[in-house]
């Protein structure tokens, strides 16, 4: 089992910036990749980026050259450095692991205001 815990959202003016943290705790050498979602009300939720073990990442579009995915593995958390946020980026930040199943943490809110 794996137990994820987020952390570092809140309310930014559109064009801040913030640092959302994703502790995890359990079973951590069998995760491969980490992944940060968002989710809106009654929307799907989709992937904003994700890094491996070895610090592959990927970035869906809508966040290349204003987001950074990085991790900690002494530390075994995984960072989501978001910077030029705009208004539609606001959503329950979620970060995420497939070990056999998928975990999930809790969720962080993420509210811009323009």
């Known amino acids: 089992q794996v137990q994820f815990v987020e952390s570092g959202g809140g309310l930014v003016q559109a064009g801040g910036s913030l640092r959302l943290s994703c502790a995890a705790s359990?079973?951590?050498?069998?995760?491969?990749?980490t992944g940060w979602y968002r989710q809106v009300p009654g929307n799907q939720r989709d992937l904003v980026a994700s890094?491996?073990?070895?610090?592959?990442?990927y970035y869906t579009d809508s966040v290349k050259g204003r987001f950074t995915i990085s991790r900690d593995n002494a530390k075994n958390t995984v960072y989501l450095q978001m910077s030029s946020l705009k208004p539609e980026d606001t959503a329950i930040y979620y970060c995420g692991a497939r070990v056999i199943q998928f975990y999930w943490g809790q969720g962080t809110q993420v509210t811009v205001s323009s």
């Open positions: 890094i491996s073990r070895d610090g592959m990442t």
């Open positions: 359990g079973s951590t050498n069998s995760i491969s990749i």
